[in-house]
């Protein structure tokens, strides 16, 4: 017993913490040089990342993005002294990276992460066993029995459930325009002052066109959060984040975006708050049967200025086929509306903005966002305000968050730009089998994103992000 207590005191925080609190780095801030080598203009880069933005929603898989538009987060394993740093994404339910050997195929053309890490070597990891939920989790099998005569395992020992001993098998991972064929295994994971052990992890010795591993922070049985609220509720059970404005500008995001993973006592809460008046904005996760790791919500419209443009159907709730709601997704770029509700909230603005703004169509070929237009000085734009479902669950996201102004051209003739940061999903028929529509991470950019597991809701409060962080950072230290 006294073991068992010195073992807890070693592996977890003080009882009296509710937080921690972790440094989540844009990619724009990490590829600063390569991404002006790459994207010598503002354009390239918009392109790039509305490309990648669409292919993750319309093929409804995990899609991890490209340095530029994503966020990572870092952690040690077992001894290994260099950190492993992975993608963080809530749109996906599985912790994996690559392991040495490593070989990816058809990665000459990726965009190259230059703090990526390097293979990991676990020689001193132990392999999860076919018996484990674990294991049928990874290979979404209901059966145990099956996944361990795949692992041949002998029949009388499968009838005699002796086959603990059995590796689980490698399993098959689809992303969007990649692959990966993993394995399941334990170890202890460093996070900051916690250490979590037995923590499972796909181990990747292959993969296609996917060079850099993922944190999922999904609802699944493997996600970081659920394997964390196992072994510390408090922590585990409800996290948030609050993305630092970018603008895909690297000079605004040198500070770290915090990742909080549990929560203040109440009578600290104005530690986290400090001077800003801090209300959250609550909406109801909904359950999707097909797609259970998703954190689904509700949205009845949009508006545009005083008019309320009303959501359809598919968006307001989530079907028995798991058609349906918004997904929340700290792994997409853009938001996602379908192509009818898209084209009236397009409509509006066009009424609004494109009556004394000109339309820059070169611009939105070039960049995959629309519409654009050549801004006049002074130029209005309409507020935009998501109206989840709930009540009092309007959130009025900031200019910057849905109208992104850039100069275009050359030296002698630059112009100012806006185009909206919203874009085409495709039509309704076309998004069966997957959620309606995913909101993004720039619309995210400025808010603290909170998911509460336990009373399934997810929570936006406006915030400083930058000054949220050294708060926290300098009331942990």
């Not at 250490?195 to 992890?201: E, Q, S």
Request: hydrophobic letters at 35%; charged letters at 20%; one cysteine or more.
């Amino acid at each position: 017993m006294w073991l068992l207590l010195l073992f807890t005191m070693l592996s977890f925080p003080h009882p009296s913490c509710q937080m921690l609190l972790l440094p989540l780095t844009h990619t724009l801030s990490q590829a600063q040089a390569q991404a002006q080598a790459q994207f010598n203009a503002t354009h390239h880069l918009l392109k790039s990342t509305s490309t990648r933005s669409a292919a993750r929603f319309r093929r409804q898989l995990s899609l991890p993005l490209s340095p530029g538009s994503d966020y990572t987060l870092s952690f040690n394993l077992g001894r290994q002294a260099q950190p492993i740093t992975l993608y963080m994404d809530t749109g996906s339910d599985l912790v994996w990276f690559p392991c040495a050997p490593f070989k990816c195929i058809l990665c000459e053309g990726k965009p190259n992460e230059p703090n990526a890490s390097p293979p990991t070597n676990i020689t001193r990891s132990v392999a999860v066993s076919c018996k484990s939920p674990a294991c049928a989790a990874a290979h979404n099998a209901a059966s145990t029995s099956d996944l361990c005569t795949m692992a041949r395992c002998p029949l009388e020992s499968i009838e005699t459930s002796d086959c603990a001993s059995f590796k689980c098998p490698p399993f098959y991972y689809a992303y969007g325009d990649g692959s990966l064929i993993a394995r399941l295994y334990h170890d202890t994971l460093s996070l900051s002052s916690l250490f979590l052990t037995n923590f499972t992890f796909g181990c990747a010795h292959t993969t296609l066109a996917e060079p850099t591993g993922v944190a999922g922070f999904g609802r699944g049985l493997l996600s970081l959060p659920a394997q964390l609220a196992t072994l510390s509720p408090q922590l585990g059970n409800r996290f948030s984040y609050c993305l630092v404005s970018h603008s895909f500008d690297s000079e605004r995001v040198r500070k770290p975006s915090p990742l909080i993973l549990g929560r203040y006592h109440e009578k600290d809460k104005n530690i986290r708050g400090g001077d800003e008046v801090v209300e959250f904005v609550y909406t109801p996760m909904l359950e999707n049967p097909k797609h259970p790791y998703f954190y689904c919500v509700g949205l009845t419209g949009i508006s545009v200025g005083k008019r309320i443009i009303p959501a359809p159907e598919i968006l307001r709730r989530v079907n028995a086929r798991g058609d349906g709601g918004v997904v929340v997704d700290s792994g997409t770029t853009f938001t996602m509306l379908p192509a009818g509700f898209y084209n009236s909230v397009v409509a509006e603005f066009e009424r609004r903005v494109g009556r004394v703004n000109s339309r820059a169509r070169g611009v939105e070929e070039r960049t995959g966002l629309a519409p654009c237009y050549y801004l006049k000085a002074g130029a209005e734009v309409p507020r935009v305000t998501l109206r989840f479902a709930g009540a009092n669950s309007s959130v009025v996201l900031p200019r910057k968050n849905y109208f992104y102004e850039f100069l275009e051209g050359g030296d002698g003739a630059r112009r100012r730009v806006g185009c909206l940061m919203m874009m085409n999903g495709g039509d309704e028929s076309e998004l069966s089998g997957g959620p309606g529509a995913t909101l993004g991470n720039y619309q995210q950019q400025g808010f603290e994103v909170e998911y509460d597991l336990e009373a399934k809701r997810v929570g936006f409060a406006k915030r400083q992000c930058a000054s949220l962080w050294e708060r926290l950072n300098r009331d942990k230290n």
